[in-house]
């Protein structure tokens, strides 16, 4: 029950933040609700393509379509309002990301793979919504570019693995790998702390 | 075998609308046919890999394989004549969207999806090998941006539901989800309908 | 054991290509990652999941995730040097195509696919990393535009269909038709071959 309603709040922001960036291409109405849809949907459904859960978990689970609807419509409706809700909707997305990350976990090591390929899976499920939506809005996926973002869940993955070494209890497990995720993207904003650069200041004048 | 014809000029219509988009991209031979390819059979094969239909059917079909290098062939070699057959092949795209979606909408019935998922599959038959054309060639999506297209699927989608509520003649309810597909995009090109801008003027100068 | 080394240098060299594109974008360290990864597994991915092979085969195979985190270590740490190995990784690229193409098409013959289709997955499995590669740096495919590349693993594969009338010697079909990838590509580079042009000069001043 606890984890639905964080389910809803985490696609609602995912929702929310496709709405924008597909208004910012000035897309229809159709495309508005595609790229809402797909940042909310598109990580896990590569991972259950990948992992070979099919029908999709989406197609089975009518609330995310209904919410992502939902969420969609709210969204176009008071989008000169939204700034206001700026804080909550990053909040949402982060602890969004926090259980997405649990959830990818998990569902890999149900099909029975390693724990690295699972930290690879939870991280794609929580960041690779993020990554269609901007291939299909022509950008080069702001992940890859400047956010401690799929660092976190990376972290929050390998929390999970070595609290799994010492802890029996998976709920205690699962709630605080999700935290370790949505602490660290919190502080690495709060902090602006990102990656070490790849690039020297020289490197810099050259772009 | 009339649905296999109307099939087969679908396909025909996707595969050169890969073609000139490649052409003008200026893509090499290979690039050419695997535009073509990808144009007419990425929306199917999205809904089959998302549904956990595998291989995916054109694969074990090679009336389409054909039917694609001929046409691209064909498109290549006649491409500076091709403007003489641009309402042919606008008819034709429009008769195949009308067709893969209702035979991508009955995939995800046969696969026991709710009526919405099945609406959203047949969509993606009809619309998502242009999605994938686009984004190979580097474009935002058109159908994202203007036209009543995948708004002409969702209605098609939508009197199939509706019919099977009242009428048993699966043929019957095949036909008319199709044509509706098929009106609905001939008078929307006609009378110059689209989806209302969620834009204002303002906004519109701001870009 | 043979195979199994030449599979490790492809994989190093899709992984190093990866990462060179990456570093051009400027993206972060996370990003350069995803990208050599993709690279390396992006079309073994796509063939297993559209022939229904789950989970996809280098998530079962922690070998591939070694030497590609490895690779990708190595080629950022040393990339101002990288342009000595100019030569290897053209040669290393070269020949894992040359495997892969060989390893796609026995993959889509073991799911009884046609042959027709078996050399398309085969090439799919050999090129579809780099394009996803480009995808997500938002640059059309290389290979869609220049390149002998699709097409000497095109070469390759009708070679295995035309030895598999006539010789019964799997090992022996094997070798001979990746040999035919890796000379075509090799000639094609050395001696400035590529596809006859669609374009007229014409067009060219046109574009």
Redesign the interface.
């Known amino acids: 029950m606890f984890i639905q309603i964080i389910d809803i709040l985490g696609t609602v922001a995912f929702a929310i933040s496709g709405v924008l960036v ?2 910012d ?8 609700l ?2 809402a849809f797909v940042t909310a949907v598109g990580g896990g ?1 590569l991972r259950d ?4 859960i ?3 978990s989406w ?2 689970n ?1 609330t995310y ?1 209904y919410v992502i609807i939902g969420s969609a419509a709210f969204a ?1 409706l008071l989008r000169n309002k939204i700034a206001y809700l700026r804080t909550s909707l990053f909040l949402f997305d982060t602890i969004g990301i926090g259980l997405y990350t649990v959830v990818g976990i998990e569902t890999a090591l149900i ?1 029975g ?2 724990p ?2 699972c930290i ?1 899976l939870g991280t794609m499920t929580a960041c690779f919504g993020g ?1 269609i939506r901007d ?7 702001v ?4 956010e401690i973002y ?2 976190a869940c990376i972290l929050g993955g390998m929390t999970y693995f070595l609290l799994r070494k010492f802890v029996a209890d998976n709920n205690f497990i699962f709630v605080v790998a999700g935290a370790v995720v949505i602490a660290t993207r919190l502080l690495a904003v709060k902090f602006k702390i ?6 020297k200041t020289g490197d810099d004048l050259a ?1």
């Open positions: 597909a208004l291409k000035r897309m229809d109405a159709f495309g508005v595609i790229i459904s393509v990948m992992v070979g099919e029908p999709v197609m089975t009518m379509v176009v099909a793979l390693h690295i390929i690879a990554v291939i299909l809005c022509n950008e080069i996926p992940i890859f570019r400047k799929a660092t990102s990656l070490p650069s790849l690039y772009a």
